[in-house]
Nanobody, 121 residues
Framework: QVQLVESGGGLVQAGGSLRLSCAASGPTFITGAMGWFRQAPGKEREFVARLSWSAGSTYYADSVKGRFTISRVNAKNTVYLQMNSLKPEDTAVYYC??????????????WGQGTQVTVSS
């Protein structure tokens, strides 16, 4: 069973930066993708960014493109989300997720517990 543990959330002023980390552990190797999602109060969870584990390709939601960067350290099975130029509307609980399949649209198999990001105006 893969376990995902996020860290790095917190309170930051608008325009500031935060870096989230997601460490994967367990006996199963992730061969599909890892991604970040977020859920703001009263809203549905939404996709933020994805990194294909084999190809290393990345994909971002339009709302964060140019401000957020997803990256990885293979040896540590760790994925990062560097968030710059943060806006109050980025306030949400951020979740890390992983999937075994590399197929487009495949569901995510594992989820972290979430980390709170609050951006003050």
């Amino acid at each position: 069973q893969v376990q995902l543990v996020e860290s790095g959330g917190g309170l930051v002023q608008a325009g500031g930066s935060l870096r989230l980390s997601c460490a994967a552990s367990g006996p199963t190797f992730i061969t599909g993708a890892m991604g970040w999602f977020r859920q703001a109060p009263g809203k549905e969870r939404e996709f933020v960014a994805r990194l294909s584990w084999s190809a290393g390709s990345t994909y971002y939601a339009d709302s964060v493109k140019g401000r957020f960067t997803i990256s990885r350290v293979n040896a540590k099975n760790t994925v990062y989300l560097q968030m710059n130029s943060l806006k109050p509307e980025d306030t949400a609980v951020y979740y890390c997720a992983a999937r075994r399949s590399s197929a487009a649209g495949a569901p995510y198999d594992y989820w972290g517990q979430g980390t709170q990001v609050t951006v003050s105006s």
